[in-house]
């Protein structure tokens, strides 16, 4: 069975870092593109940040120099990096599988507030 | 970049039809996907490929799409129906290529 689950988050104040996990299990991550999608309060879905199946990497603009995704094959786990934050990186952000994005996390709540 | 655009509402009664555009230039050139999430949940898949069903979706939602416009259309609308609705295509050759429409909430009266 296909399960994404996500940890890290939490309250953070603005300028400084977080990293959020996303442990993959029923599937191999470096087989599959691997997504974060953020969702801020009232708002609709951005997409953040993608790796591919041979690494490369794109970031939304919104987040590019900031964010960084990586994996680590040895854990089957998507890592999302998160520097300088701003109170406007305030979300629920979600990890999801592939495009179409046919699984997904629970979801982690980030808030960036002094 | 590639722009989606969606009505931001729908308002149906029970037992009549919803149809939800999802707009974009040449948008029938793509594969279009479609979600539907309800409050406090994370995003479920409910179309594929502009007409695909997962498993365990029902039949009466389905999708379409051609021209510029895709449309996911659910037929015999429930009160379980009732969640906000997007759509996403892939923008192949472009450093963002995820693209979400803006989402429309869809209101079974």
């Known amino acids: 069975e296909v399960q994404l689950v996500q940890s890290g988050g939490g309250l953070i104040q603005p300028g400084g870092s977080l990293r959020l996990s996303c442990a993959a299990s029923?599937?191999?991550?470096?087989?599959?593109?691997m997504n974060w999608v953020r969702q801020a309060p009232g708002k609709g879905l951005e997409w953040v940040s993608v790796?591919?199946?041979?690494?490369?990497?794109y970031y939304a603009d919104s987040v590019k120099g900031r964010f960084t995704i990586s994996r680590d094959k040895s854990k089957n786990t998507v890592y999302l990096q998160m520097n300088s934050l701003r109170a406007e990186d305030t979300a629920v952000y979600y990890c999801?599988?592939?495009?179409?994005?046919?699984?997904w996390g629970q979801g982690t709540l980030v808030t960036v507030s002094s | 970049s590639y722009v989606l655009t969606q009505p931001p509402s729908v308002s149906v009664a029970p037992g009549q039809t919803a149809r939800i555009t999802c707009g974009g230039n040449?948008?029938?050139?793509?594969?279009v996907h479609w979600y539907q999430q309800k409050p406090g949940q994370a995003p479920v898949l409910v179309v594929y490929?502009?007409?695909g069903r997962p498993s365990g979706i029902p039949e009466r939602i389905s999708g379409s799409n051609s021209g510029n416009t895709a449309t996911l259309t659910i037929s015999r609308v429930e009160a379980g129906d009732e969640a906000d609705y997007y759509c996403?295509?892939?923008?192949?050759?472009?450093?963002?290529?995820?693209?979400f429409g803006g989402g429309t909430k869809l209101t079974v009266l």
């Open positions: 996403q295509v892939w923008h192949s050759g472009s450093d963002h290529p995820v693209v």
């Open positions: 490929d502009d007409s």
């Open positions: 029923g599937f191999t991550v470096s087989s599959n593109y």
């Open positions: 999801a599988r592939d495009s179409p994005l046919d699984y």
């Open positions: 040449n948008i029938g050139s793509k594969s």
């Open positions: 790796i591919d199946r041979g690494g490369s990497t």
